[in-house]
């Protein structure tokens, strides 16, 4: 007797951001690199799923993509100009599923000095 089940995954559910690190011993950039994560309400990742990104200072590309057969979108931001917290926005249309990722600023500058007083 053979048993074969075939499951797929359900409606997008849940939306998260992260930052990728950078690999060790690449180039500095300004850039970061992310991935969303689109899942049903069970953590299955879920396919062409329509995700849009925005950010309020800065860029991010793309601003519109599908989500992969992992249900990930990969994406690079580019930070604005100044000391404040950068944010970048995810949202699948038509839907209330929508995440956010935030750089927080440094909070205190620390001031290094040698020499005499």
């Keep these: 007797m053979t048993v074969a089940a075939r499951g797929s995954a359900g409606?997008?559910?849940?939306?998260?951001?992260?930052?990728v690190p950078p690999?060790?011993?690449?180039?500095p950039d300004k850039g970061r690199r992310l991935v969303v994560q689109v899942s049903d309400v069970h953590?299955?990742?879920?396919a062409d799923v329509p995700v849009r990104l925005s950010v309020k200072s800065g860029a991010v590309t793309p601003?519109?993509?599908l989500s992969d057969a992992r249900g990930r979108v990969e994406a690079r931001w580019s930070m604005g100009a100044g000391a404040d917290d950068q944010t970048v926005r995810a949202m699948v249309p038509?839907?209330?599923v929508a995440g956010t990722y935030v750089?927080?600023?440094a909070a205190v500058a620390t001031v290094s000095r040698r020499g005499r007083k």
């Design 11 to 19: 409606t997008v559910a849940n939306l998260s951001l992260d930052a």
């Design 23 to 27: 690999v060790k011993g690449a180039a």
């Design 43 to 46: 953590g299955n990742p879920v």
């Design 63 to 65: 601003s519109r993509a």
């Design 94 to 96: 038509g839907t209330d």
């Design 103 to 105: 750089d927080r600023a």
